[in-house]
């Protein structure tokens, strides 16, 4: 007797097969689950070993690590049994190779070890990678600066605070990403060149976080990339494209409709991201007694890394991430070149792509002369907030001027995605250049001026002479009016390079004493810098005050002061014993370096 409430097995059947791979971590492919797994199993591995098209490798299943990366995180140990190149090695970009026993999935190619001569692998199960699917809330931003809250300006106690400078805001990699354990096999992060004197300086930054960069070992595609995006494809996050490209190279494990799982393991293991996915051509295996890897060339972008977890990336194939254009034009004596890339809108990869992709631009300077100065200016817009203007000078002999542009470059574009106060949106980078061949500096040799005692509001009039090495000297006329408002007594003309600028304002690398309150502030003190093409001339005055809010308030009355120190919120003040009467800046056209000083009398 059929109960008339019943579904016929039929009809159950067709809504199982309709609905459940709406379900998320249900796999239309598939599976064997770890339980099945047993040591002696044969199986075939795919991924890429030349061009785009997948092979197969054979395996057998040695054992399993229980509980190897976690409580429940089980690894299953294979060894490759043969090799379509010969070499009998597992290589960086291997990372998310499908695993099938029987046709059904087991998992993704995931560990290794250096040195191996047994051509061992570590299978992450495939069950373990389903779970990344699950919606585990936002844990890191995907981009922006660290937003904090806006505290008051005498919140603290009266202590000169340390003096605030984007050098004191941790590496943005460093302090996120961790080394990785020894048996994981590094997802190989490739670059374009980068020269040999200063790409150690760049790429220790990766090697810190336990990334694995190589330098050299990729570039853009010059034709369409174009193959079904299937398990065994190299699928890659993409840190940059265009002119200067970074790519994290590894191969795609599994793909329901536009859904897809890839690596086998974590990128940067920091949870929801946006990273662009793309698509990659294996030029070949290289192969290494330490680590083999796959050399790469970086295709289009075709999606989005959503997920970024210890057992696997997940995103999808479709929409694509806003990235950030950047065009750098550099001027040579005799030609001008044009460059072009995107690259991400992330955090902790940005400032660290944006000086990358610079310091490659400028390699072509360094092979045609030593001796350079370089005129560097430009622009940094950002959403909703005033642009970031770029203006800078470096000078040197033997590439001393590419390690200054190197330690300099990086600081406006850290500010705003390391900072407390603000989570701001980038939108695009346009910066220009002037190269010259020769070394153009000067030294400050003397100050004059004229008259030397004076009535307030008088003007000075005088010049600053400057030494260059080998060369002549060059004489810098200036005059300064003096305030009507300033008291009678001894006045000091200091004229000063960027860096003795820094030093009377209590700044380090051209920024301010004291944390910016807010992204505006945050902002003007970027566009604030002490730049190293021109003199600075500050007329001071004896007279105990302080600097509140990154203002300085000179001259304050006593009964004031003594208010302000009684507060039990001063944290963001600093006290200072001279007052600025007047600051004025000149270009002189090439590096300055040095002071120089002279005093003056002010008449009652």
């Known amino acids: 007797m059929t109960n008339r409430h019943s579904i016929p097995t039929t009809r159950l059947l067709v809504l199982l097969v309709l609905f459940l791979p709406a379900f998320t971590g249900w796999s ?25 098209k997948i092979q197969s490798f054979r395996f057998v299943v040695e054992g399993i690590s229980w509980d190897h990366v976690g409580p429940g995180r089980h690894t299953i140990w294979c060894r490759m049994l043969d090799d379509p190149t010969g070499a009998m090695a597992i290589a ?12 059904r999935l087991m998992g993704a190619l995931a560990y290794g070890w250096e040195f191996d001569k047994g051509a061992k692998f570590g299978v992450q199960p495939i069950e373990s990678m389903l779970e990344v699917e699950k919606d585990y809330g936002q844990v890191f931003k ?44 590094p997802i190989p992060i490739q670059f374009g060149r980068l020269h040999p004197l200063v790409s150690e300086k760049i790429m220790a930054n990766w090697k810190l976080a336990g990334l694995f960069p190589m ?77 083999s890897f796959k050399l790469a060339n970086l295709g289009e972008v075709i999606g989005t890394i959503s997920q970024d977890r210890m057992s696997a990336v997940a995103g999808t194939v479709g929409p694509k991430p806003a990235m950030i254009p950047m065009t750098v034009k550099i001027h040579y004596p005799m030609e001008t ?19 990358s992709a610079l310091d490659d631009f400028f390699a072509e300077t ?79 040799d003397e100050v004059e001026a004229y008259p030397t005692t004076i009535k307030p509001g008088g003007t000075v009039e005088g010049w600053v002479s400057l030494r260059r090495p080998r060369e002549g000297r060059k004489t810098v006329p200036f005059k300064l009016k003096i305030p009507e408002e300033v008291k009678s007594g001894d006045l000091e003309i200091q004229v000063l390079d960027a860096k003795g600028a820094d030093r009377i304002e209590d700044r380090t690398l051209g920024f301010s004493p004291i944390p910016p309150a807010s992204g505006t502030e945050l902002i ?50 600093k006290s200072i014993n001279d007052a600025l009467i007047l600051k004025e800046s000149q270009p002189v056209g090439a590096k300055v370096q040095g002071s120089g000083k002279i005093k003056i009398k002010i008449q009652p």
Not at 94 to 100: L, V
Not at 169 to 182: D, G
Not at 411 to 425: C, G, I, K
């Open 142 to 185: 995907k981009h922006g600066g660290n937003a904090g809250t806006k505290k008051s300006p005498l919140s603290s106690s009266f202590s000169a605070p340390p003096t605030w400078s984007l050098s004191m805001l941790a590496s943005p990699l460093s302090e996120l990403f961790k080394p990785r354990s020894m048996s994981e096999i």
């Open 215 to 291: 330098q050299g070992s990729s570039g853009s595609a010059r034709h369409n990339i174009k193959y079904d995006f299937v398990p065994g494809s190299p699928a890659a996050g993409v840190l940059a494209h265009g002119d200067f490209t970074a790519a994290a190279t590894g191969t795609l494990t599994w793909r329901e409709g536009d859904r897809i799982l890839a690596f086998g393991h974590p990128f940067t293991n920091r949870g929801e991201v946006e990273i662009p996915l793309g698509q990659s051509e294996i030029i070949s295996i290289v192969n290494s007694y330490e680590r």
């Open 28 to 52: 239309a492919t598939p599976i064997i689950p770890v339980s099945e797994v047993k040591p002696g199993l044969l199986g075939e591995c795919k991924t890429v070993f030349a061009g785009t």
């Open 92 to 103: 960086a970009g291997m990372s998310g190779s499908p695993c099938y026993i029987d046709g």
């Open 337 to 355: 070149k044009d460059f072009k890339l995107e690259f991400i809108n992330d955090r902790n990869f940005a400032p660290l792509i944006y000086l």
């Open 524 to 573: 003007r003190i970027l566009n604030d810098r002490h730049e190293p093409g021109r003199l600075y001339f500050y007329v001071v005055q004896n007279a105990p005050g302080l600097i509140l809010q990154n203002e300085r308030l000179s001259s304050l009355p006593g009964s004031v002061r003594r208010q302000l120190d009684d507060d039990q919120a001063r944290n963001e003040i």
């Open 366 to 444: 360094m092979e045609q002369t030593g001796d350079a100065t370089v005129h560097l200016h430009g622009t940094i817009h950002v959403k909703d907030f005033p642009a970031v203007q770029i203006e800078r000078l470096y000078s040197g002999e033997r590439f001393t001027w590419l390690f200054d542009l190197i330690l300099d470059s990086i600081p406006e574009m850290s500010a705003l995605y390391n900072n407390q106060v603000q989570d701001f949106e980038v939108e695009s980078v346009e910066l220009e250049a002037e190269v010259e061949p020769v070394y153009s500096a000067y030294m400050i």
